[in-house]
């Protein structure tokens, strides 16, 4: 009963100076709104990046000529390598039944491939993604990695003139045929990793040993180059995509905060304007003897009234933007999984969240204008 | 019922409300408190209700010290004090039953009981017809007996009026002080302060009368003099 009655008191006073009320109930949803919105962006890049990070960094997809010694060598090399956090072997045909998987319901597509043409790999994990470029960098150029010979020609590979000799740091190569070389760029002779310190001219490039202090024992007078197309990378995207995360979680938590402020100090205001208006019905209250919440109660719920109005149209207006423009935009971002974000529960907060400020406000505007 | 004892009231800056007052009102009476504007009938009915405390002395109401009562109490001790004004206090915006219901939610009263309470209070005054009326679409009289009715409604032990006839004339004046004069057969007491000398000579009742703050004359059965 005293529910019901106080709950027709705050409406009364609601709907008596509405202006106010809409005005409060409008920044009410527009910090619930943002909250919402910035929540969603922020849990799917969140959801994004941990699904990127758990895709692996390094694909290294071995020629088909190389042998099982080759390939035993490559694997213990990458083993042997400090930045790598795991390592699996894909062989050609569980590359083949992976394709299958994929591909259920167009079988008929697969019937069509002759034999295997798929190559074996290595999928590698990194400790840090930060070091994707340089350890990727040591399987260019790598024979036993399905890299192709390059060419200034369809049919006329490069091939490095110089001579690397004992204990050299620096050298000078000339490069036969077109030269193909950055620099700065990786590659490697012998398995040990190489960058290219300068490249003056088209074929003749000065070189170094991307870590100083490794020997080398190699010798790669008259050694092919090869290219980098045997090696695949997809830890780019997670830094980015990271970054992209915290600003978002950073500049929308001040945002929200700034409009929550706003809401509350809204509500606080409107309330006040009740109780001013209604400051002879309190007088008469007191007199016929209202305890203090039996004054306060009504003021209290036209707060939270304010605060639920204002985050039930938020919330109405999260799901619609959530399933028409933020559902576009992740169709077209397909990295990002447009994995649902726990719906219900961010809609709860938001509710929750409404109800806070409605409160916050009038407790602010009870203890500053109706002491009793 | 009442008993002020030594009650002296000094307003800011210095001005005398009252002086040493020593009354007592007995369960059942009815009394007139008289005496002209200023003398101090307001400052009386107001110590009573403890709308504020007195400067010195003491005030019992019912059996219970107001300087000693708790702040928690206060409530509970108006609710047991209906009360009537010369300008009537009711809400504005609501109707003749919402301000009678008024008083009974206050008390936590039950939906049942409210609905059951008000047209019957508001008969007895005489406006069963006009419960869904504004205040204003009533007459000055009729809107006084809903203020009665309202003070009524809760059956307080004791019923104290500031010149409830003071904005009616002097048949409608008859009509309420009626209503009060049934209202202390029931066995509330009644505390009246009116400055309408033909009613207090009518009625014969106990008359107090104040000057400058001061009872000068405390008599049963007085006129107004
Ligand atoms: N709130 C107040 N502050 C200061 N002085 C006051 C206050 N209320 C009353 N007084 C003074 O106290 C004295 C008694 O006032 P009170 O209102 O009790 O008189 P009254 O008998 O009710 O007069 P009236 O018949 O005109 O209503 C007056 O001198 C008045 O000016
Ligand atoms: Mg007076």
């Not at chain 1, 930060?130 to 590979?157: E, G, H, I, K, M």
């Not at chain 2, 009116?194 to 004359?217: F, P, S, Y």
């Amino acid at each position: 009963m005293r529910f019901r009655f106080f709950l027709g008191e705050a409406l009364d006073s609601l709907t008596r100076n509405w202006v106010m009320s809409v005005a409060a109930i409008v920044t009410v949803l527009v910090s619930m709104f943002v909250l919402g919105i910035g929540a969603f962006v922020f849990f799917n890049l969140q959801n994004a990046t941990s699904g990127v990070r758990n895709k692996l960094e390094i694909e290294v997809f071995i020629k088909n000529t190389a042998s099982q010694d080759q390939v035993n060598q490559l694997g213990d090399q990458i083993k042997g390598m400090p930045e790598v956090k795991s390592m699996d072997f894909v062989s050609k045909d569980e590359a083949l039944q992976r394709l299958r998987d994929s591909m259920k319901g167009h079988e008929d597509v697969l019937a069509a491939l002759s034999g295997n043409p798929l190559p074996a790999s290595f999928e590698i994990f990194l400790k840090d993604t930060n070091q994707t470029n340089l350890v990727a960098s040591r399987f260019y150029n790598n024979q036993t990695v399905d890299n192709s010979p390059v060419a200034d020609s369809a049919d006329n590979p490069i091939t490095l003139a110089g001579d690397l000799s004992d204990g050299a740091t620096n050298m000078t190569v000339t490069a036969g045929g077109g030269a193909q070389f950055a620099k700065d760029m990786y590659f490697h002779i012998d398995n040990e990793v190489m960058r290219v310190t300068d490249n003056p001219n088209g074929d003749t490039m000065n070189i170094a040993r991307a870590q100083a202090g490794t020997k080398a024992e190699a010798h790669s007078k008259g050694a092919e180059i090869y290219g980098e197309d045997g090696v695949k990378t997809g830890g780019n995207t997670t830094a980015r995509v990271n970054a992209v995360a915290n600003y978002t979680l950073i500049g929308g938590s001040g945002f929200v905060i700034l409009l929550a402020v706003a809401s509350v100090l809204l509500i606080s205001n409107t309330i006040r304007l009740s109780i001013f208006a209604r400051r002879r019905e309190v007088e008469i209250m007191r007199l016929v003897g209202a305890t203090n919440w039996f004054i306060r109660w009504p003021f209290v719920m036209e707060g939270v009234f304010t605060g639920l109005l204002g985050a039930t149209a938020a919330v109405i207006l999260v799901i619609i933007v959530q399933n028409s423009i933020i559902d576009v935009i992740s169709s077209q971002l397909s990295f990002l999984g447009a994995e649902a974000v726990p719906t219900g529960w961010l809609l709860l907060s938001i509710i929750g969240g409404g109800i806070l400020l409605g409160s916050v406000g009038s407790a602010l505007a009870l203890r500053r204008f109706l002491k009793i | 019922m009442i008993r002020f004892e030594n009650v002296t009231k000094i307003y800011d800056p210095n001005i005398v409300g009252l002086q040493d007052v020593n009354v007592h009102i007995g369960r059942g009476d009815f009394a007139f408190l008289v005496g002209h504007s200023g003398s101090g009938k307001s400052t009386f009915i107001r110590l009573l209700l403890k709308e504020f405390e007195p400067s010195r002395g003491s005030i019992t109401v019912a059996g219970r010290n107001l300087q000693r009562m708790r702040r928690g109490a206060l409530p509970h001790h108006r609710r047991n004090i209906g009360c009537v004004f010369q300008d009537f206090k009711l809400l504005p915006n609501r109707t003749v039953a919402e301000n009678v219901a008024y008083a009974l939610r206050v008390t936590g009263q039950p939906a049942r009981a409210i609905r059951r309470k008000v047209p019957e209070i508001l008969q007895l005054v005489g406006l069963g017809e006009k419960m869904s009326n504004l205040p204003d679409e009533l007459s000055a009289g009729e809107q006084q007996r809903v203020s009665v009715a309202r003070a009524f409604v809760n059956h307080p032990s004791l019923l104290v009026a500031d010149e409830p006839t003071g904005n009616l004339d002097p048949d409608t004046s008859v009509g309420i002080m009626q209503l009060l004069y049934r209202i202390n057969r029931t066995g509330t007491t009644v505390l009246m302060a009116t400055h309408d000398r033909e009613m207090v000579d009518k009625m014969r009742k106990r008359v107090i009368a104040l000057e400058g703050g001061k009872v000068i004359r405390d008599e049963d059965k007085g006129l107004y003099r």
